[in-house]
Every structure is written in C-alpha cells, then in structure tokens.
C-alpha cells in the first residue's frame, strides 16, 4: 500500500525512485511556503535528487523554477539566471515531452524573460491539456492576464489556483497585487493579514506596499519597521517619506536605493514615476528596456501611474506589445 501511494509517472528518461520522489515532495513543501529561506532549502531538496537521477524530467524542471524565482527576485544574475532556466527547461522538454511542468516553467521564461505573450499562453495550454488540474499553471494564466491588463480574468485564474493548492504564497500574494490594481486595496490588505502565519517576512513586505500603494505612507513605515533591512525596506522607505513630505529622509533613502540596486534601472524607474519626476522615470525605464528588466509588469504597475497617457509610455507600451487601452 506505501509503495503504491508514493509511486509516480515515469520519465520518458528516467524511471523515478521513490527517494527521488520523497526529494521532490519536500522541495515543493517549502516552494509552497515562499521566502528566500523556504526557496533555499526547496533548491537544497532539488539538487538532492539531482545528485540521484540527473535524468529525471520532473526535476530539471524544478530547479528551472529556482532560477526563474531568483532572477526575478532579485537583480543579481538576472540574465545568468534565467538563460539557466531556459537550459534547464529545453532539458525537460528533451527528456519527456509530455511533463506538464516542463512545458509551464518554459512559459514562465517566455513571459517573465522572452515578452512573448502568445508563446507562454501557447505552453500554458499545453501544460493544462496534459495535467488539467495544476494549480501553478492556473497562478501563471493569472499572471499573464495580468501582463495585458485583464484583471478580472486574472482573478478567476487566481481563486481557480488557491483552490486546487490554498497554501501557495506566490499565488497569495498575486492575487492581493491583482486586488490593488482594482483599487480594492483593503481587500488585498486583509490578504496579507491572513498570511501572516504561512508565511510572515512576505506578508509584512505585502503590506508594506499595500499600504504605500492606498496612500498611507505612515503605515507603510511603521509596517517596515517589522521587517529586517534591506534593499527592498530602503525602496520603499524612499516613496513613503516622500508622500509625508520628508524630503531630507527621502533623499538618503533614495541615494541608498541608487547603490543597493545598481543593476535595478526598473525599480529607479518606479520610484522617479512616484515622484513624478517623469524625465528621469523615462531613462530609467529605457534603460530597464534595453537590459530586459522586469519590463513585464509595465502595462500594470501602480507606481507608474504618473505616467500613464505620456506619449512615451504609450510608445514603450507598442514596443512591449502590450495592449494600448
């Protein structure tokens, strides 16, 4: 009966072990969780049974997610991290063709790295044809309704995640950011309230934004107090004292972000467009187009909203192709 419960399709490849199963199981228990801890000990996991079965399709396609999260939670290694990724995903593929899996994390590339909205849409289909009931699939369908400005899909997709896997954080956490750009912020701050248990540095953070994007600028400071220092504090910190009109702070803040992020022209962007100083908003964000960074979310991110309607947002807009109402 044990065996039975813990056997698992077989690789085009690879047969899988039970222990290389068992390796899988508990990577994906802290994936689930979320943070860079939880990710870390997840990627720990996978490597694990990487060191069993270097031929294993399930796993390629697991330590793919690991270099797409690192990229896009951080700016260090953006581009090594995801032409890994890509590595790792056309490895799945080659080994079994028919891994669900393989063909989501390849969409997550295409969407997150390549701007290609028709190719991922394309790799989530097929992964639902092969596994209709994968939650992470439906997060990323999410996401990219997102990317084009369908909210109200987007969140169909998300509450269609939550209940086929109610403890993913990333799906958590996206669906509260969906929430925002629907202006229904106290909606997205319960949220993040809720999450407190499963998974407290990212709902602290969560709310920390949420805060700062419903104009409470003194919440989102006491809400980073809770919060360990960092790059992602500082970020913050800058565009909540100056709502408050603390200039002086502001500036130290914002001269910190300027040296934490030295390879984050996307983040610069987002603060300059807060502050509605839209010149230097708009070099940064040309810088952040020329180097592919996190341009993604630039139809949909609430902190540009000063800039909405420019002639030349509209005319990166075209570029992304993404769609222009």
Same mark, same amino acid.
């Given at each position: 009966?044990?065996?039975?419960?813990?056997?698992?399709?077989?690789?085009?490849?690879?047969?899988?072990?039970?222990?290389?199963?068992?390796?899988?199981?508990?990577?994906?228990?802290?994936?689930?969780?979320?943070?860079?801890?939880?990710?870390?000990?997840?990627?720990?996991?996978?490597?694990?049974?990487?060191?069993?079965?270097?031929?294993?399709?399930?796993?390629?396609?697991?330590?793919?997610?690991?270099?797409?999260?690192?990229?896009?939670?951080?700016? @260090?290694?953006?581009?090594?991290?995801?032409?890994?990724?890509?590595?790792?995903?056309?490895?799945?593929?080659?080994?079994?063709?028919?891994?669900?899996?393989?063909?989501?994390?390849?969409?997550?590339?295409?969407?997150?790295?390549?701007?290609?909205?028709?190719?991922?849409?394309?790799?989530?289909?097929?992964?639902?044809?092969?596994?209709?009931?994968?939650?992470?699939?439906?997060?990323?369908?999410?996401?990219?309704?997102?990317?084009?400005?369908?909210?109200?899909?987007?969140?169909?997709?998300?509450? @269609?995640?939550?209940?086929?896997?109610?403890?993913?954080?990333?799906?958590?956490?996206?669906?509260?950011?969906?929430?925002?750009?629907?202006? @229904?912020?106290?909606?997205?701050?319960?949220?993040?309230?809720?999450?407190?248990?499963?998974?407290?540095?990212?709902?602290?953070?969560?709310?920390?934004?949420?805060?700062?994007?419903?104009?409470?600028?003194?919440?989102?400071?006491?809400?980073?107090?809770?919060?360990?220092?960092?790059?992602?504090?500082?970020?913050?910190?800058?565009?909540?004292?100056?709502?408050?009109?603390?200039?002086?702070?502001?500036?130290?803040?914002?001269?910190?972000?300027?040296?934490?992020? @030295?390879?984050?022209?996307?983040?610069?962007?987002?603060?300059?467009?807060?502050?509605?100083?839209?010149?230097?908003?708009?070099?940064?964000?040309?810088?952040?187009?020329?180097?592919?960074?996190?341009?993604?979310?630039?139809?949909?991110?609430?902190?540009?909203?000063?800039?909405?309607?420019?002639?030349?947002?509209?005319?990166?807009?075209?570029?992304?192709?993404?769609?222009?109402?």
């Amino acid at each position: 009966m044990q065996l039975k419960l813990l056997s698992v399709p077989k690789s085009a490849a690879s047969k899988t072990t039970i222990e290389v199963h068992k390796l899988l199981l508990q990577g994906n228990y802290f994936w689930d969780r979320g943070g860079v801890e939880n990710y870390n000990k997840a990627d720990e996991f996978y490597n694990q049974a990487l060191a069993n079965d270097s031929g294993n399709a399930r796993i390629w396609a697991a330590m793919t997610k690991v270099k797409i999260t690192r990229a896009v939670s951080s700016y @260090k290694d953006y581009h090594v991290n995801f032409n890994k990724a890509k590595e790792y995903a056309a490895r799945a593929i080659l080994l079994d063709s028919q891994l669900p899996e393989a063909h989501r994390v390849m969409g997550v590339i295409m969407m997150f790295y390549d701007f290609d909205w028709q190719g991922a849409e394309r790799e989530y289909g097929r992964a639902l044809e092969l596994e209709p009931g994968n939650s992470d699939t439906y997060r990323n369908l999410a996401q990219l309704e997102n990317i084009l400005g369908r909210y109200e899909a987007a969140v169909v997709h998300f509450e @269609k995640a939550l209940e086929l896997n109610p403890l993913n954080w990333l799906t958590i956490s996206n669906l509260a950011n969906t929430l925002h750009l629907m202006s @229904k912020h106290e909606e997205a701050i319960r949220i993040f309230k809720n999450g407190m248990e499963l998974n407290p540095q990212g709902a602290y953070q969560g709310l920390a934004y949420a805060y700062l994007v419903s104009n409470k600028p003194r919440q989102t400071l006491e809400q980073l107090e809770t919060i360990p220092n960092g790059s992602y504090k500082t970020y913050l910190s800058a565009m909540a004292y100056h709502e408050l009109g603390r200039r002086k702070e502001a500036k130290e803040a914002f001269d910190k972000v300027l040296l934490e992020y @030295k390879n984050g022209s996307y983040r610069i962007a987002q603060i300059y467009a807060f502050m509605n100083q839209k010149d230097k908003a708009f070099r940064w964000l040309e810088k952040a187009y020329s180097e592919k960074y996190f341009m993604w979310v630039l139809k949909t991110d609430y902190l540009l909203t000063n800039l909405r309607g420019d002639p030349r947002y509209i005319d990166l807009l075209r570029r992304m192709n993404l769609p222009l109402n």
